[in-house]
């Protein structure tokens, strides 16, 4: 079964810039939509960016303006998540969540998989 895999992750300081990209471990026919989640230790994931195939977007109010979230599909990348302006408050666990049809056969079908990957860490430092 196709997975999904974050990068882009790192250590960045106050004010600058990250592009995080999901990944699937093998081709994906098509892609419904795609969520951004982050997650802090004793928190609750939260949603931070949605996309679906349209292209229509939905950002929580602290990504508004600073996170731009696309559908990409080529070498396996799902989606990107663009992060530039960035505050110490934005370090946390970011994951992707995708709802796709791995092959031609699903899509037709209108079966969905929903997929999470496992996250990559995003620290912002003062």
């Known amino acids: 079964q196709v997975q999904l895999v974050e990068s882009g992750g790192g250590l960045v300081e106050f004010g600058g810039s990250l592009t995080l990209s999901c990944r699937g471990s093998e081709s994906i026919y098509w892609i419904y939509s795609v969520a951004w989640y982050r997650q802090t230790p004793g928190n609750q994931r939260e949603l931070v960016a949605s996309?679906?195939?349209?292209?229509?977007?939905?950002y929580a109010e602290s990504a508004k303006g600073r996170f731009t979230a696309s559908i990409d599909n080529t070498e396996n990348v799902v989606a990107s998540l663009s992060m530039s302006k960035l505050e110490p408050e934005d370090t946390a666990v970011y994951l992707c969540?995708?709802?796709?049809?791995?092959?031609?056969?699903?899509?037709?079908?209108?079966?969905?998989?929903?997929?999470w990957g496992k996250g990559t860490q995003v620290t912002v430092s003062t």
């Open positions: 969540y995708a709802a796709l049809a791995p092959s031609y056969y699903d899509y037709s079908q209108r079966h969905q998989t929903h997929l």
């Open positions: 996309i679906a195939a349209d292209g229509s977007t939905n």
